[in-house]
């Protein structure tokens, strides 16, 4: 199994920036995607972005120009830098993978962490 980890999670003003963590460790053969999703009181969880292991990443629109997806894959953790925050930001966000365990004969598995929460106000 794979166990995630988020980090970095608090209270801040608008305008202003947070950078979330996620380390992800268990038996892990390969970790595939990575992704950050949130979700709002009242809304369905909603997508943030996503990374592949090779880098490419692509963002909602809600978040493109201000979220920064990036992903250490040596320490099998990915960052969520956001920037310019709004209070309409304001959630809990999860951050989910697609991986292999044991030998790489598995199916890739879907995992979430247990979420962290975000509030922006003033």
């Known amino acids: 199994q794979v166990q995630l980890v988020e980090s970095g999670g608090g209270l801040v003003q608008p305008g202003g920036s947070l950078r979330l963590s996620c380390v992800a460790s268990?038996?892990?053969?390969?970790?595939?995607?990575m992704g950050w999703y949130r979700q709002a009181p009242g809304k369905q969880r909603e997508l943030v972005g996503t990374?592949?292991?090779?880098?490419?990443?692509n963002y909602a629109d809600a978040v493109k120009g201000r979220f920064t997806i990036s992903r250490d894959n040596a320490k099998n953790t990915e960052y969520l830098q956001m920037n310019s925050l709004k209070p309409e930001d304001t959630a809990v966000y999860y951050c989910?993978?697609?991986?292999?365990?044991?030998?790489?004969?598995?199916?890739?598995?879907?995992?979430w962490g247990q979420g962290t929460q975000v509030t922006v106000s003033s």
């Open positions: 989910n993978v697609g991986a292999r365990t044991g030998w790489g004969m598995s199916p890739i598995g879907n995992y």
């Open positions: 990374t592949t292991n090779s880098g490419s990443t």
């Open positions: 268990g038996d892990i053969y390969r970790i595939y995607a």
